[in-house]
DNA sequence: TAAGTATATAACTATACACTTATATATTCA
DNA sequence: TGAATATATAAGTGTATAGTTATATACTTA
């Protein structure tokens, strides 16, 4: 069994972005879910500039993948990025996040069902 | 197949101590292998003082173990902690960096070998 | 015990980073 | 087309971080 092996400096540069607490749970968010930029800004209680460039950060190193649908943006973490084998294992070892979409839910804010 | 989980917060935590690229290589050399201070220095062309800084914070999150050897003092990685399964998966994907080690038996700077 | 070697720590500095405020762009809908 | 909504970007600010220099501590060996 042949284990695929990252760069270190990109794999330093990766797990720099995933050592902040909101970006990591936003991609444990949307590893099998869709989020738009909104629902970030709810569930984070943080400002739409804020939650908007962590976004690009990992959209600059191409682990999410954006999709417009109207006025929204929405974010999906990119299973196609030569990096997701790395993070993947990661992200599995992250607890469920679901509940905070179970929030959005209840309160009739969630937008990316539909 | 129950997964573990770590709590997202300790997660991002570990993650951006591992997200800079002289303590990710660090603890992949010494995932298997010991490594003292010195040995650091001279592998990362860098200051003393700058490598023992690395390794206190990797210390205090646990992630590695010193163990002194008359004046020497040798890290090992503290396969023992807690955090052990969520950052070997990560080290897994690392290209190897025995090659650093080998330098330095070449250069008869190797220590930790006897 | 004094000198030499290895390591840790403290204080300082420069840079990186996350966040804020302000503004621009894009889309929808009346 | 104009107002409302969603998002992105730019500029500024405060804090975190990595490195430096200086010094302290611990061990070894002559």
Redesign the interface.
């Known amino acids: 069994m042949l284990?695929?092996?990252?760069?270190?400096?990109k794999?330093?540069?990766?797990?720099?972005?995933?050592?902040?607490?909101t970006r990591?749970?936003m991609l444990?968010l949307i590893n099998e879910q869709t989020c738009c930029v909104c629902e970030f800004v709810e569930i984070f209680q943080s400002s739409q500039p804020s939650i908007s460039q962590h976004l690009r950060k990992l959209k600059d190193l191409g682990l999410v993948k954006e999709e417009r649908k109207g006025q929204w943006i929405f974010y999906t973490v990119n299973s196609k990025s030569e990096y997701y084998?790395?993070i993947k294992?990661?992200l599995?070892?992250?607890?469920?996040?679901d509940d905070k979409l179970k929030e959005l839910e209840e309160k009739g804010t969630r937008i990316s069902c539909c």
Chains 1, 2 share one sequence.
């Open positions: 284990q695929t092996t990252i760069e270190l400096e794999a330093a540069g990766i797990l720099k972005l995933l050592g902040d607490k990591l749970t444990k084998s790395f294992p990661i599995n070892q992250l607890p469920d996040q």
